[in-house]
């Protein structure tokens, strides 16, 4: 009987607990994590097997357009299984190196009838058959044959399954000197050892968004079978007669297939395993990765430890469960996880100089990373980040500069600023401290700011005689000491001011108080780009209705043309050129129209220059209602909060339940951009969790997040920090802040520093359907460089409280939210 009762009393509990009844906090966060996220519509993640920030990184190539980190669920076909890759980057595919082909067997069991080269061989796969978890991805091919893949630190371990029914007892794998690219340089090598069937070698590639060249190298041993034979081929013919082959380019703007050969002797219903190891430094330290790391070829050992190493990394966060779709912690936990595959720890593996420091590589590119994955890792993964912080102060160390975005060894593009500036100033600011020769950081930083470089294309800032003696970077400016594109005068001058704002930043403990003065002016000077008499005009000739805007300057003072609308979303031109191309805009990859915001230091003074809190809230609304921003590019991203410096942080709270998960959603077409690294990743986990940076200053904007609760352990202290919604709504009508309270005191700022998660505090967010009064004074708003003037006296601007205008419908979470509800104007 009470047994009984008992049993049917938990069933009813536990139904309960299903239905969101009763409150839950996640604890194994893994089974949240998709990595299939963004494997479509541009996300361009990789969805593979990867150790947190690690070097093996294995997954099916496919052949689909938007294969830049491997695999994509577009519908291409399979090429190879390759080790190397980065994560969600544009531009040409990076990396996919050394893949493997699996054949059951050759038909009629001739060698030279199994396809080789890359462009014949590739597959289709079952789309169904697509399995892909932390540490592991399988997939099986239309040929039948079942691929899966776990990977160690520098090491991958592929187990290929081959139909029982298939006529071969002769399984077949090739090793392919290939990369994504198809960038592989001349002489590339191959050895096959005819006893153990070690392949062995290496070949040089090119970077995929940057300057110079790299070389691979590769260990691979195979197990699960005795060997047949095995040997080399080279375009449609293998030989087992031949074991050492060394092979050019050609002549044709195309790698020769090249690449060695094994067969088996039989075909073992475990599978036939492959492990290849690789190294930037050589074959015989591929070698001992390989064998130090997944020495008996353990598949679920390799597997369990992967999955053990990430269920570790996400484990200092926990949400609470209650009500909310588990498709946002999907979303939620899916973002977090794709924070920590790029950068790689590739510690021990560079060649360019030696040093003992950490190394890590694919910061690809700080661009994207610097404005809230590298943040949000400083809160989640304070130890890495500081191992990274020191990686660029070495990298500065020995290349002479920090770098801007960096892959494969080589020297990324800079895409604007040196923002590495802005990376060091946060982790400084928020403490980071271990093994940080913080002296040396600040030289770095400095020597941005100070010496140009030849190559700004690659490093440091362009300029700078006119940055110096302007006050702003010309458009068509006159430099004779360096080069790079000559264009995104605008945009490259306002990231400058923020790096000079960072620095000054750094520069109240690090440098001279005339450090501080020189750095603090310089910050301001995105104000000589702005001209107060450019007007905006839809593409059909209807006023925006603003005046005002930055604007390109030529060196004699003359004010450029761009309209304040090119480049943005609404851009009908098709031909628009916006990139790093030398016909490019005054503005990198964006709008005058969104630059227009990017004043991260001085809110106040933008808000001031724009005509007050109203203005700018009406300015910061048409950005977001017309569609002129897309928040599938970083630029975005702190224009969703930025209604906090006008004292209105019940907008950013709206804004950001206006763009997840409407643009954000946890389908393999859900990412509205790509990910650039985690960038995006980190956008969604840090809108979601309720604190979003302002990078750089010691600042997190206050939202509520959406879940219940939110806990986060300092792994620096140990302590916990929560926020907590009261009056949580999981159909997200009531996301306004009444009144909140930090660690039991009355807290009316709209913001909180770094020290809440350091020292575990608790902030609890009281919540309503109408906006009110919280966080708007000019004594709540976050700390900016001029002071606030134009506000109101301890309210919101005029006329714009708990209006019906203001108040959002309820109804369901996504698509009630029309965004003339969003914004319009005041
Ligand atoms: C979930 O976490 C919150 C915040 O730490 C805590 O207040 C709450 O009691 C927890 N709920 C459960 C069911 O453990
Ligand atoms: C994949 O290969 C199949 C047959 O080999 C071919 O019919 C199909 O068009 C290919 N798909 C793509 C996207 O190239
Ligand atoms: C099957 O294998 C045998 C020997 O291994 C070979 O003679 C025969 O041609 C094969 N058949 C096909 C259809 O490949
Ligand atoms: C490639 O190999 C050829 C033939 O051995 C040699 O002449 C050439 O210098 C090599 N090229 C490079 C870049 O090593
Ligand atoms: C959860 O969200 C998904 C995706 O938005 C949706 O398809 C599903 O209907 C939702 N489930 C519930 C119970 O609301
Ligand atoms: C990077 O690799 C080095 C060497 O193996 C190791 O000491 C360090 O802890 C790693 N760091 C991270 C963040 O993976
Ligand atoms: C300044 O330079 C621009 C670009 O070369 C030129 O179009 C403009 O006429 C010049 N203005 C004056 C006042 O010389
Ligand atoms: C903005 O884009 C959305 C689609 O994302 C569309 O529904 C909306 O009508 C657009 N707004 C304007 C003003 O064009
Ligand atoms: C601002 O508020 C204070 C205190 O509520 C009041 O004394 C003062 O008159 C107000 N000033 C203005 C300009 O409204
Ligand atoms: C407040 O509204 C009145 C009337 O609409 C307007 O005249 C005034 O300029 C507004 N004040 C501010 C600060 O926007
Ligand atoms: C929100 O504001 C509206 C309009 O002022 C008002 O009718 C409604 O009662 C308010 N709701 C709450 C919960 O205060």
Not at 86 to 106: K, M, R, V, W
Request: aromatic share 12%; hydrophobic share 35%; charged share 15%.
């Amino acid at each position: 009987m009470m047994m009984a009762a008992r049993g049917s009393l938990l069933l009813v509990f536990s139904s309960l607990v299903q239905n969101g009844v009763f409150g839950q906090n996640t604890t194994d966060n893994l089974q949240y994590v998709d990595q299939l996220i963004g494997s479509a519509n541009g996300g361009n993640v990789f969805p593979g097997a990867t150790l947190p920030y690690g070097m093996a990184k294995a997954v099916a190539d496919v052949d689909s357009p938007s294969n830049q980190g491997g695999f994509t669920t577009e519908g291409g076909n399979i090429t190879g299984f390759s080790t190397m890759h980065d994560s969600g980057t544009g531009g040409s595919p990076s990396l996919g190196n050394f893949a493997f082909f699996p054949y059951a067997s050759c038909p009629g069991d001739d060698l030279n009838r199994c396809t080789y080269p890359k462009k014949a061989r590739k597959i289709p796969y079952v789309p169904d058959s697509i399995k892909a978890t932390p540490g592991y991805f399988g997939i099986t091919l239309s040929s039948g044959v079942a691929a899966e893949m776990t990977t160690a630190q520098h090491t991958s371990l592929f187990r290929f399954k081959f139909p029982s029914t298939s006529n071969g007892t002769s399984p077949l794998l090739l090793l392919d000197l290939t990369d994504l690219a198809d960038s592989r340089q001349d002489n590339a090598s191959m050895s096959v050892d005819a006893d153990t069937g070690r392949m062995t070698g290496n070949a040089r590639f090119l970077p995929s968004f940057g300057s110079g060249n790299w070389v691979g190298y590769f260990c691979a041993d195979f197990g699960g079978a005795d060997i047949r034979d095995n040997g080399i081929f080279v375009n449609s013919r293998a030989s087992a007669d031949v074991k050492d082959l060394k092979i050019t380019r050609s002549i044709n703007n195309y790698p020769l297939p090249g690449g060695g050969f094994i067969r088996f002797t039989s075909n073992p219903t475990d599978g036939i395993l492959a492990r290849i190891g690789v190294s930037l430094i050589s074959s015989e330290q591929a070698c001992a990765s390989a064998e130090s790391e997944i020495p008996s070829f353990d598949f679920s050992a390799t597997h369990d430890l992967a999955e053990s190493a990430w269920r570790e990394k996400l484990s200092p966060i926990s949400v609470s469960t209650t009500g909310v779709n588990s498709s946002l912690l999907t979303n939620f936990f899916s973002g977090i996880y794709r924070t920590m595959v790029n950068p790689q720890n590739y510690t021990g593996e560079n060649p360019l100089w030696s040093s003992s420091e950490l190394y890590f590589d694919s910061f690809y590119c700080l661009w994207d990373s610097f404005r809230s994955q590298l943040p949000f890792l400083t809160i989640l993964d304070p130890a890495s980040v500081t191992q990274m912080v020191r990686s660029l102060i070495d990298t500065y160390e020995h290349e002479g500069w920090l770098p801007d975005c960096r892959m494969s060894l080589c020297k990324g593009y800079t895409q604007g600023g040196s923002n590495a500036d802005v990376v060091l100033a946060d982790a400084y600011i928020k403490g980071l401290s271990a093994g940080i020769d913080w002296d040396k950081g600040y030289e770095a930083v400095v020597k941005d700011a100070e010496v140009e470089p030849y190559s700004w294309s690659n490093e440091g800032r362009g300029g700078l005689d006119s940055w110096k003696s302007l006050g702003y970077i010309p458009t068509q400016d006159f430099d004779y000491k360096g080069f790079g594109t000559m264009t995104r005068s605008v945009s490259r001058s306002l990231e400058y001011a923020y790096n000079d704002f960072c620095i000054a930043q750094m520069a109240a403990n690090l440098g001279s108080s005339t450090d501080v003065e020189k750095y603090t002016e310089r910050s301001a000077n995105w104000k000589n780009l702005y001209y107060a008499e450019q007007k905006s005009y839809l593409f059909n000739g209807q006023d925006t209705g603003f005046t005002g805007f930055f604007q390109g300057k030529y060196m004699n003072g003359t004010w450029h043309s761009q309209d304040p609308l090119w480049c943005s979303t609404i851009d009908p031109d098709p031909n628009r050129v916006c990139s790093l191309q030398n016909t490019g805009q005054e503005t990198f990859e964006s709008s005058l129209w969104e630059y227009g915001f990017y004043v991260p230091g001085d809110q106040a003074g933008l808000i001031s220059l724009y005509g007050g809190p109203t203005a700018f809230v009406q300015r910061l609304n048409y950005l977001h209602d017309q569609n002129i921003t897309y928040i599938g590019n970083e630029p975005a991203f702190l224009t969703v909060f930025q209604y906090h410096y006008a004292g209105r942080p019940a907008l950013s709270a709206l804004r950001s339940h206006f763009y997840i998960p409407r643009f954000f959603s946890p389908t393999n077409a859900g990412l509205p951009g790509n990910d650039d690294s985690g960038a995006m990743g980190s956008f969604v986990a840090m809108s979601m969790m309720g604190l979003f940076p302002n990078p750089g200053q010691n600042v997190y904007l206050i939202t509520p997040p959406f879940f219940e609760s939110v806990s986060i352990r300092s792994p620096v202290t140990g302590k916990t920090a929560t926020i907590r919604n009261a009056n949580f709504d999981p159909s997200y009508g009531a996301i306004y802040i009444q009144s909140a309270t930090l660690n039991g005191a009355h807290y009316t700022k709209n913001w909180l520093d770094h020290s809440f998660f350091t020292e575990g505090k608790e902030l609890v967010l009281t919540l309503g359907r109408n906006e009110s009064t919280w966080g708007t004074r000019v004594e709540d708003l976050p700390p900016s460089l001029s002071e606030y003037v134009g506000f109101g006296n301890g309210t919101v601007s005029n006329g714009t409280m708990g209006g019906e205008r203001w108040r959002r419908r309820g109804g369901p979470r996504m698509g009630a939210l029309e965004s003339r509800d969003v914004g319009g104007f005041i």
